[in-house]
C-alpha cells in the first residue's frame, strides 16, 4: 500500500470521535439510538433525537443520585446509596415522583405492599 494512503488513513482514523464523546455525555448515544429504533421510532428519528434523548436521561439520572447522595448524609447513618433510598428519593421529590409514579424499583416492595404488611402483622 503507498505510503500516502497509510498516512490519510491514521489521520482519519484519530479524528474518528463517537457522539457519545462529541457531546460530552457518559450514557452511549448509539445505545439509545439502537433502543428508540427497536421500539419502531426509526423512520421519524432525526439525527439529533437520540443525542437529545441521551442528555436528558444522563440529566435525569444524575439528579436522582444527587439527591439520593444528601438524602443519605442528612439520615448520617449509611455511606452507600440503596435502592431504599432511591425511593424515599423519587416519592419526596414531586417531580421525579410524578414522572416515575408507574416504576417499580427493583428489591424495594411497592407502597401497597409496605400498608398490606403492616394491616396483617396486627397493631
Known sequence: MPRAMQTS???????RRSRTSRAQLTFSVS???HH???GGHG???????PIFLTAILEFL???LLEQARDEAQRRGAQSLITPQLLEATVYSNALLGQLLQSIIIPQVAPPEAHRSRRSRSGP
Open 9 to 15: 488513513r491514521r489521520r482519519g482514523a484519530s479524528s
Open 31 to 33: 445505545l439509545v439510538e
Open 36 to 38: 428508540l429504533r427497536e
Open 43 to 49: 423512520p421519524r428519528l432525526s439525527e439529533t433525537a
Open 61 to 63: 439520572v444524575r439528579s
